[in-house]
């Protein structure tokens, strides 16, 4: 089932530096897409498109669609807020915000008006499980965010936006500041967390794209040169640029 | 050892002691003027002086009509400029666009920071007083010290929040929170700290000036307290103008005490702006 298509896709920044053209492709569910290709090609711009967080920059012109569950969210009509509960995202470096480890997983779930104590604790557990962070946690949930590692910071803002239970869950060069085991970690938990959600990962290097896709996409310099299935794509891949790419001629 | 390093070691001796004396020079008057009113001021301060009206002329009894005075005007200026200025301050940081109207606008908040402040009593006299027909009262006081404030709060305010970590904001939207939200629950919290600094640092300087309040609602003599917002009232900058200039034979055991009544006031608030930072900082989570 095609959860995300983009419909000649375009957009242009104010400043003129990233910019995508004409970005026609559909994002699976239950499955990890990965986005990858050299700096400046556009992966985080098109993923800042999807949940509208391009809203908070220059953006000098968009057109085009982008469905979500059929549902062009371009629109101006499209309630982001809703959006954004619908389509997580987890960042390069690891942002907790400035309260406690508990309070970090919360925080979404309370901005939605949920109060009850209960619903929350529950909520908690359930997210920090999901994101094989609660055992490590259990007995620091009320300390300060920032106490814990950079590795559990990371599950842990995984964590925050899995306690939404989003639809898609986006992560920009998720494991680019983390130590390998912490990286191994959280690459063995999106293939588990793809039973159920629809998973799109913009990797840092070559090798964890094609470690980690089932489906990818290669950009380059605001292009999608080309889309495929992972296996395919890696190793018989059709364009020229690609191969290039791929085998590390450059980039 | 070469010829050149002695040469830059020498220079580096020199410097450094030279900037230490430069740094002690700067100090020590702040110093010697805190400790000669201490010393001048401190015999005439009784439980009396504190709590009694002035008598004889004002040159018996104590300043407690100023106190209460002072204390209503920084109560009525932190009422009028607190809300504005920070309401100002979160609209320049965090909703107004980058573009040359909001630019000019923070260039004149910050010029708004230089203009005398007797030119804030004029207008505080042609607006509040005479205009709008307040009469020289507290309330009118009040207003005319928020205006000479309200740039001190804005600009604080605003780098406090600015200096709140973007990506703060980016992960509280993408979290589904809408910009208010964020600013409320993530930014005001932060800044916080911040923001009261700035307001204690404002109000502290309402409180320490004569002019703006010259024309617009302090008394010469008031022997009671006052009653209501469009009463006058005395306050102790003006007071201690009043006797040291206007009133012959004051004793001047009573004029330091009335300064270092001030002084211990405005230090006071100092004290808490401080204090408010430390803590803040100590406990700040990034």
């Known amino acids: 089932m095609d959860k995300i298509v983009f419909d000649h896709f375009n957009i242009r920044y104010e400043d003129g530096v990233e910019s995508l053209r004409d970005i026609n492709f559909s994002i699976r569910a239950n499955a990890i897409t990965v986005l990858f290709g050299p700096a400046g090609g556009g992966k985080s711009t098109l993923l800042r498109a999807i949940n509208r967080l391009n809203d908070l920059a220059d953006v000098a012109e968009t057109s085009g669609r982008i469905l979500f569950n059929g549902v ?35 925080y979404p779930l309370e901005l939605m008006g949920e109060r009850r104590k209960s619903r929350l604790d529950e909520a908690v557990e359930r997210a920090l499980k999901q994101a094989v962070l609660w055992d490590e946690v259990y007995d620091r949930l009320h300390d300060p965010a920032i106490a814990i590692s950079g ?31 912490s990286t191994a970690r959280i690459e063995g938990l999106m293939q588990e967390l793809k039973e159920q959600y629809t998973i799109v990962w913009v990797p840092h290097n070559v090798q964890q794209a094609a470690r980690m896709a089932d489906f990818a996409a290669f950009f380059l310099q605001g292009e999608l040169v080309e889309t495929g299935e992972g296996k395919t794509l890696f190793i018989n891949p059709k364009d020229r640029r690609t191969s290039d790419y791929v085998t590390g001629r450059f980039g | 050892m070469n010829r050149s390093f002695t040469r830059a070691r020498l220079q580096e001796m020199l410097g450094n002691n030279l900037l230490r004396l430069i740094t002690f020079l700067t100090v020590l008057p702040v110093v010697a003027i805190i400790v000669y009113i201490v010393i001048k001021g401190a015999p005439a301060i009784t439980w009396e002086f504190l709590t009694q009206m002035p008598r004889s002329g004002m040159r018996e009894g104590g300043v407690w009509p ?156 008031l022997p009671r307290l006052p009653a209501s917002l469009l009463d006058s009232t005395m306050a102790l900058p003006y007071h201690i103008f009043v006797i040291s200039t206007s009133v012959p034979g004051m004793p001047v055991k009573i004029q330091y005490g009335t300064v270092l009544v001030l002084l211990v006031f405005v230090l006071g608030m100092n004290l808490i702006a401080t204090f408010i930072r430390q803590r803040a900082r100590a406990r700040r989570m990034w």
């Open chain 2, 66 to 221: 100023a106190i209460v005075g002072t204390f209503y005007l920084t109560l009525g200026t932190a009422v009028f400029s607190v809300p504005l200025g920070v309401a100002a301050a979160i609209y320049i940081a965090e909703y107004a666009p980058d573009n040359a109207w909001t630019r000019l606008i923070r260039i004149t908040i910050i010029n708004l920071a230089g203009i005398p402040s007797v030119v804030y009593g004029l207008f505080g006299l042609g607006l509040f007083v005479l205009f709008l027909n307040f009469g020289t009262s507290i309330l009118a006081a009040s207003m005319t010290l928020s205006i000479m404030t309200l740039p001190v709060i804005i600009s604080t305010a605003e780098e406090a929040m600015r200096s709140v970590p973007q990506s703060f904001r980016t992960v509280s939207i993408s979290l589904g929170a809408t910009r208010w939200q964020t600013i409320w629950r993530i930014v005001l919290p932060q800044a916080l700290p911040g923001i009261l600094t700035g307001v204690i640092l404002g109000l502290e300087r309402a409180a320490g000036e004569t002019a703006p309040i010259l024309f617009t609602g302090v008394t010469f003599f």
């Open chain 1, 151 to 181: 590795g559990q910071q990371q599950r842990l803002c995984l964590a925050r936006a899995l306690a939404l239970e989003p639809e898609v869950i986006m992560l920009d060069e998720p494991t680019s500041a983390l130590d390998p085991v």
């Open chain 1, 72 to 106: 062009d969210i371009l629109d101006p009509k499209t309630d982001v807020v809703e959006l954004r509960r619908k389509i997580g995202i987890v960042f390069s470096r690891p942002v907790p915000l400035p309260m406690t480890v508990y309070q970090n997983v919360s």
